[in-house]
């Protein structure tokens, strides 16, 4: 009998240890009040340890891979300065797409009596709000959960429930991420943003611009209260915010629909423009490559020579993972105009193995644990707001 555990498990089983820790960590944060410099460094342990090393060390334990490997699965992968000025762009308007968001649903959750509160910063503007505390708050509050969260989510799930199909992996992933924030007011917008973000790894392959996006989004937000509190440019959004959620409900749904509709609409051309200076950008560069070796090929043969052979003399490395090309030409030329290329990609869409496979009861089990816990505290949250 076959005992190996499978991904899908093993991705699931150390989400759970994930989530675990971090609703452990919370209630010990909330009955014991530590100092202010030591919740800053608290806040940063739970980031680095709970949502970065204990992803990294136990994938590449339980699955027995090297750091390289590990990288490659969770898609780690460098894009270009035009696609991270896009991706740059694409958060800045996720930022109030969020908003907006965030507002819409918060109308329906405050019609049940909950008790409202705004705000992504840690700053207190009794205390004051100086850059020093501004830049602080930007280490914990956006660069760490940028690349921390973004390592778990769509480097960890989504290489391993990848498997469910796109679509499935887009909703759980964005779901799993609502429920990681642990609070009814987060849950709707943090689900949606996180649906997008995995939508934007199967986009560009990469994990980066979700990171960058994610970067951006909170960025944003502490930036806001910084403003407001130094009265610079955007600081009386929220309070603009506040004033429009306060007016008829009709109206406030209707405009709310309406920016929504301009702002998927900009961000639906931005993350195709992104697509092409990802994936096409990447699948070009390997037509090309395969252009060159086919021509490559035709001149080697007409000396009877095996490229191959010559790839050993030559020292040349062939990459076991590269897409298996076959070209066909109407024209009976191999120009790059004539050449029909029909690629092959053994890995469709991300890194690895993507062939659509249901899982057992037996995988499905700590991810069952781990959103029941989830849904659980977050309903929680909405009666203790109730109360």
């Not at 996720?94 to 009596?113: D, E, H, K, R």
Request: with cysteine.
């Amino acid at each position: 009998m076959n005992t190996k555990r499978s991904l899908f498990f093993d991705t699931s089983l150390i989400y759970f240890l994930v989530i675990v820790g971090f609703v452990g960590i919370r209630i010990a944060s909330n009955l014991v009040q530590l100092p202010g410099a030591f919740s800053e460094v608290f806040n940063i342990s739970i980031q680095v340890i709970l949502m970065l090393l204990l992803p990294f060390l136990a994938y590449k334990i339980l699955r027995k891979k090297k750091t390289i490997e590990v990288f490659k699965d969770f898609n780690i992968k460098a894009i270009g300065i035009k696609a991270i000025l896009i991706t740059l762009v694409i958060g800045f308007l996720i930022y109030f797409l969020n908003l907006v968001v965030a507002g819409f649903f918060n109308i329906f959750i405050y019609s049940t009596g909950y008790d409202p509160s705004f705000g992504l910063s840690s700053a207190s503007a009794e205390n004051g709000y100086s850059t020093i505390m501004f830049l602080g708050d930007i280490l914990v509050t956006a660069i760490l959960p940028g690349i921390c969260e973004e390592f778990c989510h769509r480097g960890l799930l989504v290489n391993g429930y990848k498997q469910l199909g796109t679509k499935k992996t887009i909703f759980l992933v964005g779901f799993l991420f609502g429920l990681m924030h642990l609070n009814i007011e987060q849950f709707f917008y943090a689900s949606i943003i996180g649906m997008f973000l995995t939508y934007l790894v199967f986009v560009t392959g990469s994990i980066i611009p979700s990171m960058i996006v994610h970067f951006m989004n909170n960025a944003m937000g502490l930036y806001v209260s910084f403003a407001s509190y130094h009265n610079l440019p955007l600081g009386n959004l929220r309070s603009n915010l506040v004033r429009i959620l306060s007016g008829n409900v009709i109206s406030v749904l209707t405009t709310m629909l309406f920016i929504m509709f301009i702002l998927v609409t900009v961000l639906t051309w931005l993350v195709f423009s992104l697509f092409k200076q990802t994936r096409v950008r990447e699948y070009k560069k390997l037509a090309e490559d395969a252009i060159a070796r086919k021509e490559r090929e035709s001149i080697l043969d007409s000396f009877n020579l095996d490229i191959n052979e010559l790839d050993v003399l030559q020292g040349i490395k062939r990459n076991e993972d590269e897409p298996e090309v076959i070209m066909s030409s109407d024209t009976g030329t191999y120009g790059r105009k004539g050449v029909i290329l029909d690629i092959r990609f053994q890995n469709q869409i991300l890194n690895g193995d993507c062939s659509i496979r249901k899982p057992s009861i037996t995988d499905k089990a700590f991810l069952i644990g781990t959103i029941f816990i989830g849904i659980f505290i977050t309903i929680s949250t909405l009666i203790w707001g109730l109360l």
